[in-house]
């Protein structure tokens, strides 16, 4: 077996790898609709599709900022026009920026940094969180895709024998895509400040910048005066975001979560990013940050740590208000402008370790430590590859094995190519091998089955969940007659003589106790049909 041909073709099969395992997650782990933006999102994309879609304020003052996110719903509706209304054709547009991320990372590295696309690739495509953004219309992944592309055209625009102007365009139209898409993308902006008086005080990538800003100031004018057209204020999505965070400001950290402003400051991020499987990406990150120092890794390592660095600072110190101070929320798509140059920086890391072992028992020790304290399926993850690293430093030195362990050879990448995906793998291979967790496609089903838009009138109770988004199930045409309530309510409901009621119970969102609450509201019932865990009963109500 030729190991150096499989080692050079390595960024390759890896990138297949993630790519068929990215769609087998999106297939076996789908879960339908996850919450009331997802619902939205795709309300606004068959608006969009039809014409209808309401581009001024609402006039009852809601503060919906999820409608100025055009390029999260308008390729929706594009795919709703081409293939109709279903849940697959509503969540390919994040899948496709999912994959489009690995694809990228091959095209940057897989020629220059074997390794480095080999980490990158598996750390952020293999990612369970990344994964699971995939399969819900959610911004999270789509800004992830436009500031790695618009990080890419920075880095690579500014090389020696690029053609600047167009990377230059090109970085102000993935930043505009990217706002386009979520606000967030402004945690990027410190760090391009940054490299533009570097290169100012060097005289040095005239062109680049002279496109970049005068391309992103058209752009960001015409943005500014179509929203003072609109609305009159051309300020307008600033002040919604400001407005929504007083209208939340209980739940922020200067007023209702006060008493926890010092730990999200401090030790919350520390534990939030071992919680939610980073440990092995910032370990790696940091190898690649102390062979950087020491000067054995190239400037573009450097170009990544330093968007790393600046990342992570606006994520862990920033603020979402201008005008009061409010971290974000430790949540895991919130990460995702920090993923890219956080693999990155971890494939360069990744690739330190394979060729000299630097590092390799740390990473072992800290990951064995991390598995000790997570006591969750985690410690799987974080324990195989403490054990893997810390374990091939002694394995090395026993002749038996000195091939496949030994770093500089072309069996010790293989080995841990294979050990890194293995262990990434798990949790989202268990995701696809569990049962579903909200039976969303039972639900779809006995929907259309037993109450089908062109015959069924009447009153159908259900959930809070699905009672806002029931309309999607009819493809956002419900029919005249047809209404859908929480069970709360159903006392309150008056029915037409001879008209029909219902109630669906979904076995697997509700606990016993709820269901029993449910049954107990609806004494005069009888099972009408039943999907999987999904349970319709006609239900008689009080006249």
Known sequence: MNFTSILQRLPTYTLVFVIFFTLAFFLFAHEGLNNIDDFFYSHYAYQLQTGTFPATPDPRGLLDSLKERYLVFAPVALLYWV??????????????????????????FRRRQPMVAVGTMLLLGLHYYTLDLARYLYPDNLLMLWGFAAATALYTGRQPGRREVVWGAFFALFNFA????????????????????????RRQNYRFWLTAVALGGVLLAAYLLYYHALTGDSLYRIHLIERTNEFMKSSNYLHG????????????????????????AFLLAGVAALSWCRKRLSSEAGFWLGLLLVTLACYWLGSTSLVQ??????????????????????????????????????????????????????SLVYGGLGLYFAGSVLLARLKVSLMWFQTGTPFYPLLTTLALAGSLALLPVRTMLLSSETSYFSQALLIQKYLPASTTRGHVFVNDHLARQYPFYYDFQVPLGLTYYPYKIASSICPEPNQRSWFILNLTTTNTQRQSGIFDRFPRRRLVAQEGYVQLYEVELEQ
């Open 83 to 108: 293939f109709g209304i279903n849940i697959y054709t509503t969540t390919l547009w994040p899948l496709l920026a999912t994959i489009g991320c690995s694809v990228l990372a091959w095209v940057l």
């Open 325 to 378: 101070y409010t971290p974000i929320t430790l949540l895991p798509r919130m990460t995702t402008p920090l993923l890219p140059p956080l693999c990155i920086a971890a494939g360069f890391g990744l690739r330190e370790v394979v060729n000299s072992g630097w590092g390799r028992v740390w990473i072992g020790v800290l990951l064995l430590v991390a598995a000790l304290w997570m006591h969750n399926l985690m």
């Open 178 to 201: 990217a706002l386009l898409s979520k606000e967030t993308i402004i945690y990027y902006a410190p760090f391009y400040l940054v490299v533009l008086v570097w290169d100012m005080a």
């Open 257 to 280: 979560l006060r008493h926890e402003l010092l730990g999200r400051l401090t030790w919350q991020p520390i534990a939030f990013f071992v919680e939610i499987g980073l440990a092995p």
